[in-house]
């Protein structure tokens, strides 16, 4: 037993000898590591090198950048928690999120490999380095990314955009969300894909960037912000100073020629001379320049473009709420929208002004008038500011009064008609337009105040000689009874009343008919007669009143003979105060004059004359020192001198008629409008109720003068054929208010409504007016629209219109840049007039072009998603405050605005490169179209990693993505041009990418997110395989 | 035989025979894992005798031997012990991948495969016994850099041996036995698996090789085998069937991550997979034909039901998960399946034994057995290629001893394939595993062993 017992002792230490083995051991060898950077460019680069040495080398030349980039979005702290996220994003993998977005990115890369056109436009774009100044390259995103609210501001457009694209979770139709962004997003993506554009620089958006950019030093307040982009050609290319060698132009085009790519040539061959950089001879400023150190090309200082003020005075608009007011507002005048969402052309209040404006402004010397326009404004601030500050003080004054006229009052149409007749007579219209820079004329308002702000039952001779007319005013807490009219009033009624009445002194002249005599005087007295008395008075004033020598000697005899009674004679030319003395005594023995009312004149207001007439003391109103005289007859004589020059002095008691009509009141009692054929018949439209604040106004206010100055000074502008400026003006407005039997609304009909009544037929005038009456309307609609429309007309006067005084009759705009704002863009407008004429096309431009233009905005399908989208901005309170902070800070001369302005104008300078940039904007168009749902899944999976990201380091990663390395640009460059560098055709080439280089990258990158051995797809399968169930799917 | 010599040894024995057994069901019960080892393809011959004989030991098995080939032949009290040495010399030239033409040998360890034994005849009919033994099979270790490394790095460590007991009856000329195995696994094997993932490297690249070390202890799997054999004069007639099995259970399962940068912060956790290695039905057939009084010869045919095991899966469920795996974090490991696709073999076995002088017998013997593995998926995994064995061996009774020799040279040829479709183990990118077995493969054995038997 015991020898077993051995044996089997003996054999265990053998077995268990031979069963020992070395355990395993598990710790990895890994080599010393580099940066994360270094060790992910190894990584590919090893790939590489496997796969094609010279991509390796490629590669090679993108490693410093690449490294850089990887290093500094991730930072040794940041790998744990993008790890972390990038684990909590796994179930964007398992919903089809992410598989899904990066699919459709490869799709639109497939596509944009094989769009030959779309990639010729995309090398040469990128042909187009160094068209900005190196420090404001980028500039703009690195500022939005370091916004202190730029993550709010990030997730807030996300939400955006995935709360009214139209669709669920799932990317399906949902009926009960908003689709404001994909109804946006529709049309203007269409819009894209069809883009057909000619290379011309007739263009309009050549036109817009070019009025965009154009420069003026007093667009730049005093500090602001300097920045450069060079100009650029009607192709996008970058504007030579000169056309000489280097340069070569063998198309005879003028314009330097360029390769397919893009690029500049020689004789010898492509350029490659970058506006802005370190390469080649430069100036301080980085700026090319020739041998001579004259830059070589044309640069913009946007910081003084038109842009640039814009930008300034929206920063203003903004915090005014003027958007928000201009959107509500729109949509109001806009009204209610087609069944297809877009806002109808029909009725539309705008489209009828526009049509409207277009045919009052359908003139051949529409030219001039811009250009007149522009000149007061740039010429003459002082006196086109004053003329506004007038204005608006006229205007302050009447806001505070609350009268209206009678309801259905006609005054205005009344008034229109007279006028119209004016501007009908040939050469009236300029006439009173010079007659109305006459000194005296400016006098009208204190004549004119004086006579409202006074009453007197009776005037006496007495009142006239001891000056005390003017002693009692009217009392404002009663209405214009008989007692309490003003001399004004009164005034108009004598007009009234005389107007038409014949007057001759009957008596005498029946007895002087019984003597068989006659002689010359004796025959002035048998054949005097005045046929219309208020016409006489009228000529007295400008000195064209004729009494017969016989009349006169025998009045004034009359005179001395106690017993008849006379105490006033006539001189043969006798002056306004002659003719009030005469009528206002009892010429019993000559026949007092009679009115229309069958009343002595001197018994039914006559005694007003005594008010309206120069003083005893005084010159005649004609002559240089009657001037002086602050009366009617003196402030009226330049406009009776013209109305008569041109023998219409039957216009201005139209005039006087039409004020007489409308002034009295209803409810004062001493009118009445029930038959015309009974005495003081009128229409009581009720003008008296206006007389404080016309009172108001006359007195405080300088309009009249500052209206004169200004015209005196239009009419020193020099002019296109030397007209004068008032011949411009006349010819205006004698368009505008000349009725056209042929003029129509724009749906043809031959009226319009104003207030309510018809208007036909038409002038432009009414046109407008029926247009502005609608509209008028609409915003009536609500006290809310109403208090927007007033705000937004407040806020745009005080911004654009805004002046302050800087003398007694002169001022300024208070916002320095809005006079070049206004200049430029009347001499914009004055060039695209003279263009049109010189090309035989102005009227149709003005009429039909500009208006279509218009139609095309207000109905085109994206303007109410648009609204839509602003009202959704509006409404999301984080969003708006965002957006509130960014614009700030945007806008902003010491911070931001330089940044935007360069990208801005880099933009609009971009966008002339019609030749190329279609295809690429077709291109992208057809890309963005919402039934890709490339916007809304991008959007979608972007929204669903920040939810999953709760410390928000995506963002943070994203943030650091687009800081600034030391050698400019932005870190993410770093890895797009790795990217390029490894998958263009020759990956040691160094130049530009040309478009066989782009269609190589986009296939690489679309081959890469779709493929499923060595790329995304691959990765997905991972990523379902990481679990059981998974792997069971 | 003198039966009361015999009569007196049984009294003698009675209670030796009965500690004996209680000895040996403890050791093939309760012992720790054997050194007997072999490969999940073992040679066709194992054992002293057999060896020299060429395998052709079915009908003429006899000794501790016949516990594998013919438990029949259980009938004469003895305890045996023998000690065999199996070198297998393996390379491996790749045809293709990143390191072709370099070549790969193995240098596995060359360790003693001992075979220990126990019969008691207890009557003229019925005898008993208990045996350790362990099939033969060569022993691979190859660099873990080779160009080998995704098929094997090592198994030098597995093992495979039977505890059994058994016992036989004798009817006349016919005798009938059978065993009752236990065999005590240990499956152990170390290979290079790829963890490219297909985003970048590619499925070769030394960076992204991942060692797993699969090591599954089995110490209870119960099994069996029965013979029979027949005497009809000089003639014997033999057959046995061993009963397939399984060896399966809770394999540990370790791996030292990959070297690239994208695996510095993965660790696994977990070490446990169900693992479950086919052993196949085993059907043995032979004549022996005793020619003269000194010499007897036997052809022998072995079938072994190899196409059984089509694939051996090693699933962690969900117990080992991959942590920190960048972008993806926790990945659990999926079931690693190892294309086996094994055919059945057939093995034909001459041997012949020549009793020169008393008590020294000199033996030779030869095999045939071709391969189990079509070219598909042939690999230094199981170099097992066709092999002709020539085997060569001696006895010498001396008293109630007798002294064993063997010496055998299996020749394998050179395998060269080009069609083969076994590839890398991926477990994360099967799809992208790459086809390692293409190559020259060159295989040969040499055995050598001794043993000693004590009549009892």
């Known amino acids: ?1033 | 035989m003198n039966p009361s010599a015999e009569q007196t040894g049984r009294d003698r024995s009675g209670r030796r025979v009965a500690l004996s057994l209680a000895c040996l069901l403890g050791v093939a019960l309760l012992a720790p894992p054997p050194a007997a080892r072999a490969g999940g393809v073992a040679l066709p011959s194992r054992g002293i005798h057999a060896t020299s004989m060429g395998g052709a030991f079915v009908a003429g098995a006899e000794g501790v031997n016949a516990f594998w080939y013919n438990p029949a032949n259980l009938d004469e009290s003895l305890v045996g012990a023998e000690a065999g040495l199996v070198r297998l010399s393996g390379a491996f030239t790749p045809s293709e991948g990143a390191q072709a033409g370099v070549r790969a040998e193995s240098n596995g360890r060359l360790v003693p495969n001992p075979t220990l034994g126990l019969v008691l005849r207890l009557d003229d009919r019925f005898s008993v016994g208990a045996a350790l033994y362990a099939p033969y099979a060569g022993f691979q270790r190859f660099d873990e850099g080779g160009s080998q490394r995704y098929a094997l790095v090592e198994s030098d460590e597995t093992t495979l041996a039977y505890a059994a007991i058994g016992a036989a009856f004798r009817v006349g000329h016919f005798r009938v036995g059978a065993t009752l195995q236990n065999v005590l696994g240990r499956v152990k094997q170390r290979v290079v698996v790829s963890g490219y993932s297909g985003l970048f490297g590619n499925a070769q690249d030394p960076e992204l090789d991942i060692l797993q070390e699969v090591d599954l202890r089995d110490q209870f799997t119960l099994t069996g085998n029965l013979g029979a054999a027949y005497d009809l004069g000089p003639v014997t007639f033999g057959a046995s069937l061993q009963l397939p099995y399984k060896v399966a259970g809770k394999a540990s399962l370790r791996v030292r991550l990959p070297s690239s940068v994208f695996f510095d912060n993965v660790t696994v956790e977990g070490d446990q997979a169900e693992l479950s290695v086919p052993i196949p039905l085993m059907l043995r057939g032979g004549i022996l034909v005793r020619a003269t009084s000194r010499l007897k010869m036997e052809a022998a045919l072995n079938f072994e039901n190899w196409a059984t095991q089509r694939e051996i899966v090693i699933d962690a469920g969900k117990s080992i998960t991959l942590r920190g795996v960048p972008g993806i974090g926790d990945y659990q490991l999926p079931p690693i399946r190892l294309d086996r696709r094994m055919k059945n073999t057939y093995s034909l076995h001459l041997g012949g034994d020549f009793e020169i002088i008393d008590g020294l017998h000199l033996r030779t013997g030869g095999y045939y057995e071709p391969s189990s593995f079509g070219d598909a998926t042939y690999s230094v995994a199981q170099l097992d290629d066709r092999k002709l064995g020539l085997g060569f061996g001696a006895s010498w009774d001396v008293g109630a001893f007798r002294l064993d020799l063997a010496a055998s040279r299996v020749f394998g040829w050179t395998r060269v394939v080009s069609t083969s479709e076994l590839r890398q183990i991926n477990p994360t990118n099967p799809d992208q595993a790459a086809v390692v077995g293409n190559g020259r493969y060159e295989t040969s054995y040499w055995v050598v062993g001794t043993g000693i038997q004590y009549k009892l």
């Open chain 1, 1 to 1033: 037993m015991a020898r077993y017992r051995h044996l089997t002792l003996a054999l265990v230490p053998a077995l268990a000898l031979s069963a020992c083995g070395e355990p395993l051991d598990t710790t990895r060898r890994s080599p010393e590591r580099g940066t994360l950077g270094e060790e992910i460019f190894r990584l590919f680069h090893r790939d590489f090198e496997a796969e094609d040495p010279r991509r390796a080398r490629g590669f090679e030349e993108a490693r410093e950048d690449f490294v850089a980039a990887v290093d500094h979005v991730f930072p040794p702290g940041e790998l744990a928690y993008a790890q972390d996220f990038l684990v909590k994003l796994l179930p964007l993998y398992d919903d089809g999120t992410f598989p899904q977005s990066t699919r459709l990115i490869a799709g639109l890369l497939e596509r944009l490999s094989a769009d030959g056109d779309a990639l010729r436009g995309l090398a040469v774009i990128g042909n187009r380095a160094g068209y900005v100044e190196r420090t404001r390259e980028e500039a703009l995103i690195r500022r939005i990314k370091d916004h202190p609210k730029y993550r709010d501001l990030a997730k807030a457009i996300l939400r955006l955009q995935l709360d009214h694209d139209g669709l669920d979770g799932q990317g399906d139709a949902d009926p009960n969300e908003s689709n404001a962004m994909a109804r946006l997003m529709k049309p203007l993506s269409k819009r894209l894909a069809e883009l057909e554009i000619s290379e011309d620089d007739e263009r309009t958006l050549v036109l817009a960037a070019n009025l965009l950019l154009r420069e003026d030093e007093r667009f730049r307040d005093p500090g602001g912000v300097q920045a450069e982009i060079v100009a650029r050609d009607a192709r996008g290319m970058a504007q030579v100073r000169a056309l000489e060698a280097p340069f070569v132009d063998r198309d005879q085009d003028r314009l330097p020629d360029v390769d397919e790519e893009g690029r500049f040539v020689s004789e010898a061959g492509p350029l490659d001379v970058a506006p802005f950089g370190t390469e080649g001879p430069r100036d301080q400023r980085s700026r090319a320049v020739d041998a001579r150190g004259q830059p070589i090309f044309e640069y913009i200082d946007v910081g003084q473009t038109l842009t640039a003020s814009l930008l300034r005075d929206a920063r203003r608009l903004s915090a005014a709420d003027v958007p928000m007011r201009a959107v509500r507002t729109l949509e109001t005048v806009l009204g209610e929208r087609t069944p297809e969402g877009s806002f109808s052309a029909e009725n539309s209040a705008l489209l009828d002004l526009a049509h409207a404006m277009g045919q009052g402004l359908d003139v051949d010397e529409l030219p001039e008038l811009i250009g007149l326009a522009r000149e007061l404004v740039d010429g003459h601030e002082g006196a086109t500011a004053w003329a506004l500050l007038e204005l608006e003080a006229q205007l302050d004054i009447a806001e505070g009064y609350d009268v209206n006229l009678r309801p259905n009052a006609e005054f205005f149409d009344d008034l229109m008609g007279v006028f119209r007749k004016v501007v009908e007579v040939p050469g009236l219209l300029e006439s009173l337009l010079e007659a109305f820079e006459d000194p005296r004329v400016a006098k009208l308002p204190t004549v004119m105040a004086q006579l409202m702000r006074h009453k007197k039952e009776y005037v006496s001779d007495g009142d006239y000689f001891e000056e005390t007319i003017f002693g009692e005013q009217v009392d404002r807490t009663q209405l214009d009874t008989l007692e309490n009219q003003s001399l004004m009033q009164r005034l108009l009624h004598l007009m009234h009343d005389t107007r038409g009445k014949s007057y001759a002194p009957s008596n005498v002249q029946r007895i002087l008919n019984l003597v068989p005599l006659g002689f010359g005087q004796l025959n002035d007295i048998r054949n005097f007669r005045i046929d219309d008395l208020a016409e006489f008075y009228l000529l007295a004033i400008i000195g064209e009143a004729e009494v017969p020598r016989g009349v006169s000697n025998a009045v004034n005899l009359m005179t001395r003979v106690p017993v008849i009674g006379i105490d006033y004679g006539l001189s043969q030319q006798p002056q306004p105060s002659e003719l009030a003395l005469f009528l206002n005594q009892d010429v019993g023995l000559l026949g007092n004059p009679v009115g229309n009312e069958g009343l002595a004149v001197r018994d039914n207001d006559g005694d007003t004359l005594f008010a309206a007439s120069e003083s005893p003391e005084a010159a005649p109103p004609w002559t240089r020192e009657g001037s002086r005289e602050n009366r009617l007859t003196v402030a009226l004589y330049p406009l009776v001198r013209a109305f008569h020059a041109h023998g219409q002095l039957n216009l201005l008691m139209d005039l006087f008629e039409v004020l007489y009509q409308h002034w009295p009141t209803v409810e004062g009692g001493s009118y009445q409008d029930r038959s015309p054929r009974e005495a003081r018949y009128a229409q009581l439209s009720g003008l008296a109720r206006f007389e404080p604040m016309l009172i108001d106004g006359f007195e405080k206010t300088k309009l009249l003068q500052a209206g004169q100055k200004l015209l005196r000074e239009a009419n020193g502008v020099a002019l296109s054929g030397g007209r004068p400026a008032r011949e411009v003006l006349a010819i205006l407005v004698r368009k505008l208010l000349t009725i056209d039997l042929d003029l129509r609304t724009r749906e043809g009909k031959r009226e319009v409504l104003v207030d309510g009544a018809r208007v036909t037929p038409l002038s432009p005038f009414d046109l407008a007016r029926g247009a502005l009456d609608e509209l008028d309307r609409l915003v009536h609609r609500s006290p809310s629209t109403l208090e927007d429309w007033n705000a937004l007309l407040d806020e745009l006067h005080a911004v654009y219109l805004g002046t302050e005084r800087t003398g007694p009759e002169s001022a300024r705009f208070a916002n320095r840049r809005a006079l070049p704002t206004a200049a430029t863009l009347l001499e914009f407008l004055e060039e695209r007039a003279t263009k049109h004429k010189a090309a035989l096309g102005l009227s149709r431009w003005i009429t039909r072009d500009v208006v279509a233009q218009v139609e095309d905005l207000l109905t085109a399908p994206e303007l109410p998603a648009l609204l839509d989208v602003i009202h959704a901005i509006d409404e999301d309170a984080t969003l708006k405050a965002n957006l509130g902070e960014l614009r700030d800070d945007l806008l902003d001369d010491a911070r931001g605005l330089g940044d935007l302005l360069v990208t801005l104008g880099t933009g609009l300078s971009a966008a002339k490169d019609a030749r190329y940039a279609v295809s690429v904007l077709r291109f992208f168009g057809r890309e963005l179209d919402p039934d890709t749902k490339l916007l809304s899944t991008l959007a979608a999976l972007t929204d669903k990693a920040v939810a999953l990201d709760e410390d928000e380091h995506m963002l943070e990663l994203l943030r650091r993505a687009l800081d600034a390395p030391p050698r400019g640009g932005l870190y993410a460059y770093g890895l797009t041009d790795a990217i390029r560098q490894a998958n263009r055709v020759d990956p040691l080439s160094t130049k530009n990418a040309s478009s066989e280089d782009l269609a190589k990258i986009s296939a690489a990158a679309a081959r890469y997110m779709r493929d499923d051995q060595h790329g995304l797809e691959k990765f997905y399968e991972m990523v379902k395989n990481r679990t059981v169930e998974g792997r069971a799917r």
